[in-house]
């Protein structure tokens, strides 16, 4: 099957994958060649994708999935593929998002949140794919 990852930014991925395995906003979800058509809304997470018995991890900064045939079409508000990930910088995300916290002061709690969980995520995404 076909998936397709695209941001506001351009093309992040099309490839002919056996397998992808997403989070979606009603929980993680899993498509196989031939699989029955849906869209949904996609979380801040990670998304893996199988190819030639190969796992590929990809970091979705929300969006929507949608599956026709075999065809899978992210739109995604950003994504990175895990070898794209500056590890370093998302650390430092994270550091000043947990900072943020501390302050407590003037703290935008949801911004502050996703932030934090996207740090979190570009970061599991790049030792997941370094670990292979």
Known sequence: MIL??????????SEDVDEVVASGTEGEFGVLPGH?????????GMLIYKKGGRNYYVFINS?????????????????????????????????RAEERFKKEEDLDFTRSQTALQ??????????KASSR
């Open 36 to 44: 029955v058509s849906f869209v949904t809304t996609l979380n801040i």
């Open 118 to 127: 996207r740090a979190i995520m570009r970061i599991q995404v790049a030792e």
């Open 63 to 95: 969006g929507y999935a949608e599956v026709i045939s075999d065809n899978m079409m992210v739109l995604a508000d950003s994504a990175e593929r895990s070898e794209d990930i500056d590890i370093e910088r998302a650390r430092e995300a994270m550091k």
């Open 4 to 13: 397709e990852i695209v941001t506001p930014y351009g093309s992040i991925l």
